[in-house]
Antibody
């Protein structure tokens, strides 16, 4: 059974940084691309970032480009999201998500599994 | 990149069929057959219901089906049941700088 467990969410002041982690199990981690998706409570979903199986190819939403960095450690079956220069509008529940297609690419793929999310609140 | 357009709410009686639309552009829904649909119950993570426009993952009820025409994708729920009451989101791969865009979400109510 696929399990994705996020951690690292916290209250942060505007302009500060946070690092989210996602521990994956139940599948061959380095066969799949991974994603981060966020959701403002009681609002819709927003795709944040995606990363290929080997960590080489990555993409970001315009809203976070230049501030967030996605990475992975296949030896530790872990996905990360480094969030810098945080803004109030980054406040959301952040989901770690697994691609469904075993192509290894985050592009032209879909998400088939989600974690339970970790809450990031940006406020002074 | 604007969100894909979904109706805010759709309702139906038990046993009926409903359809949720997801309207985009020729740069997203119309460009690729990479449209997925997710069901989300309150306080829960989203669950994949349909991928690649019309493919149903194992374990998802055959009452759920997907289709696409031009720039609009659709999710149909047949034989509506109380457990289908949830929020539904579409997502499409795009040609834009942001490679994926979600729909605005639709709240399904079973009357």
């Amino acid at each position: 059974e696929v399990q994705l467990v996020e951690s690292g969410g916290d209250l942060a002041q505007p302009g500060r940084s946070l690092r989210l982690s996602c521990a994956a199990s139940g599948f061959t981690f380095d066969d799949y691309a991974m994603h981060w998706v966020r959701q403002v409570p009681e609002k819709g979903l927003e795709w944040v970032s995606g990363l290929s199986w080997n960590g080489v190819s990555k993409g970001y939403a315009d809203s976070v480009k230049g501030r967030f960095t996605i990475s992975r450690d296949n030896a530790k079956n872990s996905l990360y999201l480094q969030m810098n220069s945080l803004r109030a509008e980054d406040t959301a529940l952040y989901y770690c998500a697994k691609s469904g297609r075993r192509s290894g690419s985050y592009t032209g793929n879909y998400i088939d599994s989600w974690g339970q999310g970790t809450l990031v609140t940006v406020s002074s | 990149q604007s969100a894909l357009t979904q109706p805010a709410s759709v309702s139906g009686s038990p046993g009926q069929s409903i359809t949720i639309s997801c309207t985009g552009t020729s740069s997203d829904v119309g460009a690729y057959n990479y449209v997925s649909w997710y069901q989300q119950h309150p306080g829960k993570a989203p669950k994949l219901m349909i991928y690649d426009v019309s493919n149903r993952p194992s374990g998802v009820s055959i009452r759920f089906s997907g289709s696409k025409s031009g720039n609009t994708a659709s999710l149909t729920i047949s034989g509506l049941q109380a457990e289908d009451e949830a929020d539904y989101y579409c997502i499409s791969y795009t040609t834009s700088v942001t490679p994926y865009v979600f729909g605005t979400g639709t709240k399904v109510t079973v009357l």
